[in-house]
Every structure is written in C-alpha cells, then in structure tokens.
C-alpha cells in the first residue's frame, strides 16, 4: 500500500519559516519526481515546487527565492523549506509522487495535505 504522509505544517507569523516533510513508502522512491502543491478554497490546486529523480528543481515563481524543495532517497522523504512567509502562503500543502520510468510513469499518488497558515 502506497502512503505519503506530510508532516510540519502549521501556524507561524509572516516573515517566519516552516519545513514541511513528506515520508513516503510502498514505492520505488528513486523512481519518482516528488513535488509539493497547494490549494486553497475555492481554488484550483497549483504547484509550488517539484524535484526529479536525478534532483532538477523547478519552483512556482511566487515561492522562488524563498522556498527549497529537496530530496533524501535513503529516507524517502521530500522536503519543502519555506521561508519568509507570506500570509498568501496560507493554504492546504499536499505531497506528489509521479511516476517516471517505463513502468512507473502510469501512477500518481497524494498524501493526505498539511496545513501552513501564516498570520499575525
């Protein structure tokens, strides 16, 4: 059974920082790009930042300078570092493994989202 479970997210102040993480397991880690969305009501869900599986980023360009998305293969787990958050940071944060390879590139999985509010 495939499961990404998010961790991290929660109330901080503009300016502030947060990182959130996403464990995956039941899957061939390596042979995934990982990325990180989020939605807010209302909205259609958008991507932040996503990371090959040979490591090349790409960022949303609201988020970049700010946000560093990484990876750790021995872990699998994918990382989102956010920095100077804006109150427009605000919203539901979900972990995304797409397949890549031949076999893989059929199957898509989410985590369950995380909550990252920023407020004062």
């Known amino acids: 059974q495939v499961q990404l479970v998010e961790s991290g997210g929660g109330l901080v102040q503009p300016g502030g920082s947060l990182r959130l993480s996403c464990a995956a397991s039941?899957?061939?880690?390596?042979?995934?790009?990982m990325a990180w969305y989020r939605q807010t009501p209302g909205k259609q869900r958008e991507l932040v930042a996503s990371?090959?599986?040979?490591?090349?980023?790409n960022y949303a360009d609201s988020v970049k300078g700010r946000f560093t998305i990484s990876r750790d293969n021995a872990k699998s787990t994918v990382y989102l570092q956010m920095n100077s958050l804006k109150p427009e940071d605000t919203a539901v944060y979900y972990c995304?493994?797409?397949?890549?390879?031949?076999?893989?590139?059929?199957?898509?999985?989410w985590g369950q989202g995380t909550q990252v509010t920023v407020s004062s």
């Open positions: 990371i090959g599986s040979g490591g090349t980023t």
């Open positions: 039941g899957i061939a880690f390596s042979g995934y790009a």
């Open positions: 995304n493994a797409q397949g890549v390879t031949i076999i893989t590139r059929k199957y898509t999985y």
